[in-house]
């Protein structure tokens, strides 16, 4: 398996702008996490998914975040309207039931 | 709400001496707990997973204790290696939770 996938790698935007970022699932795996990263404030979770079902968004910081499974091993996060706060490292993380953890290389993003 | 420690936040070793990481939390109540790795750019790797009834687990050169009613963890990492210079992470996932809780890391070099 080639583990999680996530793309792009590295996302430079102007503030502003519409971010999208994507992440594909380990097969067979059911449960997908999206983090972000930052020196100040660590690994914070935005987002929980179970079976393609948000269960726990109370980690995305605004409206302007928004993310979606569109089937069982798809994944997406979008930013809009952008701002140089949410440059940070984004992962994805995969797992079975909420159980161990695979993490995605993440995708760095830059908003000018 | 679980809050984990990791002490030091950084740790510097010549080569071939043994690396003793630890990790606190605060809430025994844990349904597991991970060791992570990660490099400077780079995800998170998983390195070893103790479930909340096992004592130890080992894979190689790593070994990682818990003591659940102290809320700690510890790992040991043998014979280090320049190799070994990341940051690692430990992450505890509640008995009634999905989320895990990050510690903020310990920065390790292995100086050879």
């Known amino acids: 398996d080639a583990g999680v996938i996530q793309s792009p790698r590295h996302e430079v935007t102007e503030m502003g702008q519409e971010v999208t970022l994507r992440c594909k699932l380990i097969?067979?795996?059911?449960?997908l996490f999206w983090y972000r990263q930052t020196m100040m404030r660590g690994l914070e979770l935005l987002i929980y998914?179970?079976?393609?079902?948000?269960?726990?968004d109370s980690g995305m910081p605004e409206d302007r975040f928004s993310a979606k499974m569109p089937n069982a091993s798809f994944s997406t996060l979008k930013i809009q309207p952008s701002e140089p706060r949410d440059s940070a490292v984004y992962f994805c993380?995969?797992?079975?039931?909420?159980?161990?953890?695979?993490f995605g290389p993440g995708t760095r993003l830059t908003v000018t | 709400k679980q809050e984990v420690t990791q002490i030091p936040a950084a740790l510097s070793v010549p080569e071939g001496e043994n690396l003793v990481l630890n990790c606190s939390f605060t809430?025994?109540?844990?349904?597991?707990l991970q060791w992570f790795r990660q490099d400077p750019g780079k995800g998170l790797t998983s390195l070893l997973l103790?479930?909340?009834?096992?004592r130890e687990q080992t894979s190689g050169r790593l070994n990682a204790s818990l003591d659940k009613s102290s809320g700690r963890s510890t790992l040991y990492i043998a014979a280090s290696q320049p190799g070994d210079s990341a940051t690692y992470l430990c992450?505890?996932?509640?008995?009634?939770?999905?989320?895990?809780?990050f510690g903020a890391g310990t920065t390790v070099t292995v100086r050879a």
């Open positions: 993380a995969s797992s079975l039931w909420g159980n161990e953890q695979y």
């Open positions: 809430d025994s109540a844990i349904y597991n």
């Open positions: 103790i479930q909340s009834s096992q």
């Open positions: 992450a505890v996932k509640g008995s009634n939770d999905y989320k895990l809780s």
């Open positions: 097969s067979g795996h059911n449960s």
């Open positions: 998914f179970n079976n393609n079902v948000p269960i726990d």
